[in-house]
């Protein structure tokens, strides 16, 4: 994404000859060559979370062969550090500023309700939206912000935490055949046993196709026309794998696309899958790869609610003209699809450090479960050894050195990358990830304060002032002098989470020797941002980074413009 960029003003004690400033629009990269796997931790006893494992607790396995695990997080829910000490001295009009503000309640934990209403049936999205309308009016509170989408993009309601207007949308959503008729075909081929049929060359398949064929065109002779069956067998496994994938691209695609709408969101952010699940094919694995890579490093739990509450895996076929030959091998498959269609719930949910709720109707309690993230889970992060850029996939498996008692979550695999990051569009993703989150980041002492003036009953200009001390940054020196860059960058958002704009701006320091051992330095550097802002309330988010430490800052605060 771009972030638009102000001109910022700096005020420093150094000379000017030692400081400069420069536009910095920031185009931001994902990394790519660091794997991370979150793991949920629960007992078997209770089902709750374990959070007092430590790295060493883990073993973690690519293909088989045991990798060294070079990053480990623990993310423990609702856990913000709390206001930090000053470090420098505010002036009276600060001081007088900030003690007008009023306490403000920031927004932190963020769900999005998906509707797969690409292929939930009528009865089972009725059921859904009624279980999510009183799930909504019992668990919303005043830090949480909800928000409503839909895999066919029919219906969008942005995060708020108004549940009239949330329930009203849910009310909206209807079924949304995208590339099926709607009509039963003859004879009537799922997109699994078509894939059966002509990908994996599934001769039972194919025969129960044809005698469907057989009995449903009327083509029972004697002598029986099976070769008219077998083509009309063909055709029906063309049009249901045509139909099929483009459903499942779809889904997956608009998928991906509210991860990245949840990666701009400041604090706790879960997908909540509604759906009766779909079937995806081999080739498009890497498809649903890509959802959990992304997920991941957005810090996007995916978990999953299948629709269909508790069912049985016997298909209805009374409406369907089958012959008794065909029957039970019709049913099997039916049973497979059935099976198939849910398996891509649980990967997702257990590739994001989701849950996956299903065979129940107690679809309330599903969601209650759902919307709340673990209270504890781990992120564990590894370079694989020898890894060829080939793209291929990879099995991933998560073991506990002491499993008595637990059982441990994690994703499935991972797809090989085809490049390496460079350490820009690494630096670019750590400020990206920095910018969109609610964790306070102390390498490099750091303060946030915030002026406004309005110049009207609908303008207002706030100002938020950076101040950060440098003394103890790692210098290189160039030409005699101590040089490193910051990079800052300020991101504004509403009262809902939802980006506003970000400024941003790079401090090249070329520091002499006796401006650093003269107290110059002593009373911070600032810059300021200026934002042209509507009143209203909004939350800003400062990050800050220098290029030869490679250290972080991260600071939160919030304002309200009346």
Same mark, same amino acid.
């Given at each position: 994404?771009?972030?638009?960029?102000?001109?910022?003003?700096?005020? &420093?004690?150094?000379?000017?000859?030692?400081?400069?400033?420069?536009?910095?629009?920031?185009?931001?990269?994902?990394?790519v060559?660091?794997?991370?796997?979150?793991?949920?931790?629960?007992?078997?006893?209770?089902?709750?979370?374990?959070?007092?494992?430590?790295?060493?607790?883990?073993?973690?396995?690519d293909?088989?062969?045991?990798?060294?695990?070079?990053?480990?997080?623990?993310?423990?829910?609702?856990?913000?550090?709390?206001?930090?000490?000053? &470090?420098?001295?505010?002036s009276?009009?600060?001081?007088?500023?900030e003690?007008?503000?009023?306490?403000?309640?920031?927004?932190?934990?963020?769900?999005?309700?998906?509707?797969?209403?690409?292929?939930?049936?009528?009865?089972?999205?009725?059921?859904?939206?009624?279980?999510?309308? !009183?799930?909504?009016?019992?668990?919303?509170?005043?830090?949480?912000?909800?928000?409503?989408?839909?895999?066919?993009?029919?219906v969008q309601?942005?995060?708020?935490?108004?549940?009239?207007?949330?329930?009203?949308g849910?009310?909206?959503?209807?079924?949304?055949?995208?590339?099926?008729?709607?009509?039963?075909?003859?004879?009537?081929?799922?997109?699994?046993?078509?894939?059966?049929?002509?990908n994996?060359?599934?001769?039972?398949?194919?025969?129960?196709?044809?005698?469907?064929?057989?009995?449903?065109?009327?083509?029972?002779?004697?002598?029986?026309?099976?070769?008219?069956a077998?083509?009309?067998?063909?055709?029906?496994?063309?049009?249901?794998?045509?139909?099929?994938?483009?459903?499942?691209?779809?889904?997956?695609?608009?998928?991906?696309?509210?991860?990245?709408?949840?990666s701009a969101?400041?604090?706790?952010?879960?997908?909540?899958?509604?759906?009766?699940?779909?079937?995806?094919?081999?080739?498009?694995?890497?498809?649903?790869t890509?959802?959990?890579? !992304?997920?991941? #490093?957005?810090?996007?739990?995916?978990?999953?609610?299948?629709?269909?509450?508790?069912?049985?895996?016997?298909?209805?076929?009374?409406?369907?003209?089958?012959?008794?030959?065909?029957?039970?091998? !019709?049913?099997?498959?039916?049973?497979?699809?059935?099976?198939?269609?849910?398996?891509?719930?649980?990967?997702?949910?257990?590739?994001?450090?989701?849950?996956l709720?299903?065979?129940?109707?107690?679809?309330?309690?599903?969601?209650?479960?759902?919307?709340?993230?673990?209270?504890?889970?781990?992120?564990?992060?590894?370079?694989?050894?020898?890894?060829?850029?080939?793209?291929?996939?990879?099995?991933?498996?998560? #073991?506990?050195?002491?499993?008595?008692?637990?059982?441990?979550?994690?994703?499935?695999?991972?797809?090989?990358?085809?490049?390496?990051?460079?350490?820009?569009?690494?630096? !670019?993703?750590?400020?990206?990830?920095?910018?969109f989150?609610?964790?306070?980041?102390?390498?490099?002492?750091?303060?946030l304060?915030?002026?406004?003036?309005?110049?009207?009953?609908?303008?207002?200009?706030?100002?938020?002032?950076?101040?950060?001390?440098?003394?103890?940054? #790692?210098?290189?020196?160039?030409?005699?002098?101590?040089?490193?860059?910051?990079?800052?960058?300020?991101?504004?958002?509403?009262?809902?989470?939802?980006?506003?704009?970000?400024?941003?701006?790079?401090?090249?320091?070329?520091?002499?020797?006796?401006?650093?051992?003269?107290?110059?330095?002593?009373?911070?550097?600032?810059?300021?941002?200026?934002?042209?802002?509507?009143p209203?309330?909004?939350?800003?988010?400062?990050?800050?980074?220098?290029?030869?430490?490679?250290?972080?800052?991260?600071?939160?605060?919030a304002?309200?413009?009346?």
């Amino acid at each position: 994404m771009f972030f638009p960029v102000l001109i910022l003003a700096l005020a &420093q004690q150094a000379p000017a000859s030692e400081v400069a400033t420069s536009e910095a629009p920031i185009t931001f990269h994902s990394k790519v060559d660091l794997v991370l796997v979150p793991v949920v931790v629960r007992s078997s006893k209770t089902g709750k979370p374990v959070g007092n494992l430590e790295k060493q607790d883990f073993l973690l396995y690519d293909r088989g062969k045991l990798q060294t695990i070079t990053r480990f997080e623990v993310e423990k829910a609702g856990a913000h550090a709390p206001p930090p000490t000053p &470090q420098f001295e505010l002036s009276a009009e600060e001081k007088a500023n900030e003690a007008n503000q009023p306490a403000i309640v920031v927004a932190d934990h963020f769900v999005s309700y998906f509707f797969d209403d690409i292929h939930l049936a009528f009865g089972d999205l009725a059921q859904a939206r009624k279980a999510a309308a !009183k799930h909504l009016t019992t668990v919303l509170g005043p830090k949480d912000r909800a928000a409503i989408y839909t895999t066919s993009g029919q219906v969008q309601v942005n995060f708020t935490d108004d549940k009239d207007e949330l329930i009203a949308g849910m009310n909206r959503i209807r079924p949304t055949s995208i590339a099926r008729s709607g009509i039963q075909n003859c004879p009537d081929v799922s997109y699994y046993m078509g894939d059966l049929i002509e990908n994996r060359g599934d001769a039972m398949a194919l025969n129960a196709a044809v005698q469907e064929a057989i009995v449903c065109a009327n083509l029972q002779g004697p002598p029986p026309d099976t070769k008219t069956a077998t083509s009309m067998a063909h055709s029906a496994a063309f049009q249901a794998i045509s139909a099929g994938e483009q459903e499942t691209r779809v889904a997956l695609l608009t998928l991906k696309d509210l991860i990245r709408r949840m990666s701009a969101m400041p604090g706790q952010r879960t997908i909540v899958l509604i759906s009766p699940g779909f079937y995806r094919m081999t080739d498009q694995r890497q498809d649903e790869t890509d959802v959990i890579d !992304k997920a991941i #490093k957005a810090n996007v739990t995916i978990s999953s609610l299948d629709a269909r509450g508790l069912y049985t895996d016997t298909p209805d076929i009374t409406q369907r003209t089958v012959s008794l030959v065909s029957l039970a091998a !019709k049913q099997q498959y039916d049973r497979e699809s059935m099976r198939a269609d849910s398996d891509i719930l649980a990967e997702i949910a257990d590739g994001t450090g989701g849950t996956l709720f299903q065979n129940s109707n107690d679809l309330v309690a599903g969601l209650n479960e759902l919307a709340a993230t673990p209270d504890v889970y781990y992120v564990l992060g590894f370079s694989p050894q020898n890894l060829r850029l080939d793209g291929n996939y990879h099995d991933l498996k998560v #073991k506990l050195r002491l499993p008595a008692g637990l059982n441990a979550k994690a994703r499935r695999g991972y797809y090989a990358p085809r490049h390496l990051s460079s350490a820009d569009e690494e630096a !670019k993703e750590e400020i990206s990830q920095a910018l969109f989150s609610r964790e306070e980041m102390k390498d490099i002492p750091l303060e946030l304060h915030t002026q406004f003036f309005k110049s009207g009953p609908s303008d207002a200009r706030l100002m938020v002032v950076s101040r950060f001390d440098i003394r103890k940054l #790692k210098y290189k020196k160039i030409d005699g002098r101590n040089g490193d860059e910051i990079v800052l960058v300020a991101g504004l958002f509403d009262r809902n989470g939802n980006f506003v704009q970000s400024l941003s701006k790079i401090i090249t320091l070329r520091l002499k020797d006796e401006t650093m051992t003269s107290g110059k330095l002593n009373n911070g550097v600032s810059v300021r941002s200026d934002f042209k802002v509507a009143p209203g309330t909004y939350v800003i988010r400062l990050v800050l980074r220098d290029g030869e430490g490679q250290l972080m800052a991260a600071q939160n605060g919030a304002v309200e413009i009346p």
